[in-house]
């Protein structure tokens, strides 16, 4: 049974760099098919896809965040981390590492951890 675990600060001040990293048992991240996502979600709002890397390691992200955002992975510690530079409160959510099937299909959910950010 493939499990993620997210973890990370829960706090991050202001313009500084959020960083969290995604540990999954039951599965490799570099099994094919599979691809490993990260989502959030802001107080009262709704999904907001991230970015993912690919079972090969190629990365992809939303246009909207492509600026502040990479994703990358440690394949001995079966890991993928994310990192959101120059935040702000608006960054403030629940984030999500996933495992999707490219980025249409999210099938396996980490229990998501919120990350506060302070001004």
């Known amino acids: 049974q493939v499990q993620l675990q997210e973890s990370g600060p829960g706090l991050v001040i202001s313009s500084q760099t959020l960083s969290l990293t995604c540990t999954v048992s039951?599965?490799?991240?570099?099994?094919?098919?599979?691809?490993w996502s990260w989502i959030r979600q802001p107080p009262g709002k709704g999904l907001e896809w991230m970015g993912v890397?690919?079972?090969?390691?190629?990365?992809y992200y939303s246009p909207s965040l492509k600026s502040r955002t990479s994703i990358s992975r440690d394949t001995s510690k079966n890991q993928f981390s994310l990192q959101l530079t120059s935040v702000t409160p608006e960054d403030t959510a629940v984030y999500y590492c996933?495992?999707?099937?490219?980025?249409?299909?999210?099938?396996?959910w980490g229990q998501g951890t919120l990350v506060t950010v302070s001004s």
């Open positions: 890397i690919e079972n090969d390691g190629r990365t």
């Open positions: 039951g599965d490799s991240i570099t099994t094919s098919y599979y691809a």
């Open positions: 996933v495992r999707s099937v490219g980025i249409a299909t999210f099938e396996v």
